[in-house]
């Protein structure tokens, strides 16, 4: 958010969260702006951005109309910033920065991405996967498979989806939170580390491509392709 502040490119720039201060429910009071636009920081469409994200900040669709003394008038909800066409990407110069650093040659290095899943939403699924089959296509890693923290196959699956020594992963998350030294554990890496050895094959993770700079610039490309198709 303070990347975007500083470019001077809307009047104002405001954070919220289901989990944090300011709270969604709360936030479109404090802005005093005619008009919103509200980016959901996630990965893909699914029960957060359609359901949970409306709810609490009371929308009634792509466009809601206001009435409430104070806030925007007018409140666009844009696409996920996981959608945007750039995302495989982000993944592909992740996992070769990491390859690179640790002397691996991409076209040995087996590709993991790590995606969340979850029950409530085949939207990460279909992320995660999509994400895989583009970079797959690409043939920069000499095998790419797609994993998940909480829906089969799991990340502990790791051995067969590779069919070599050298294995980077890169978690297809927006926000690392705690997963950042889960996937790593999960992984069979020792604590508090993110590479080493394991049974023979040499691994390394990334850091999540939510930590990425590009990140924000994807946030303002999309407020610009919704207004774009307004």
């Avoid at 201060?21 to 005619?34: F, I, Y």
């Avoid at 104070?70 to 390859?99: E, F, I, M, S, W």
Wanted: aromatic share 6%; charged share 25%; with cysteine.
């Amino acid at each position: 958010a303070e990347t975007i502040r500083e470019k001077g490119l809307f009047s104002e720039v405001k954070t919220a969260f289901w989990h944090g201060e300011p709270a969604l429910s709360q936030v479109l009071s404090t802005v005093t702006a005619d008009e919103a636009y509200i980016v959901p920081i996630f990965k893909s469409e699914g029960h957060f951005t359609t359901v949970i994200l409306p709810r609490e900040m009371n929308l009634t669709g792509r466009v809601t109309e206001r009435s409430d003394p104070v806030g925007p008038r007018r409140v666009h909800l844009c696409q996920a910033v996981g959608t945007h066409p750039y995302v495989p990407d982000l993944v592909h110069n992740l996992a070769k920065t990491t390859a690179v650093a640790k002397l691996f040659e991409p076209k040995d290095t087996d590709l993991l991405v790590i995606g969340h899943g979850g029950k409530a939403s085949r939207g990460s699924e279909l992320a995660t996967n999509r994400v895989a089959e583009v970079l797959r296509e690409r043939k920069s890693f000499k095998s790419v498979g797609a994993l998940f923290l909480e829906q089969p196959p799991e990340i502990e699956k790791w051995r067969e989806a590779i069919g070599g020594k050298v294995v980077v992963a890169v978690p297809y998350l927006i926000g690392g939170g705690g997963h950042d030294r889960e996937i790593p554990d999960r992984l069979g890496l020792p604590p508090e580390s993110t590479s080493g050895t394991v049974g023979g094959v040499h691994v390394a993770v990334s850091t999540s491509v939510g930590e990425m700079d590009d990140l924000a610039r994807l946030i303002v490309e999309q407020v610009k392709s919704y207004q774009r198709h307004e």
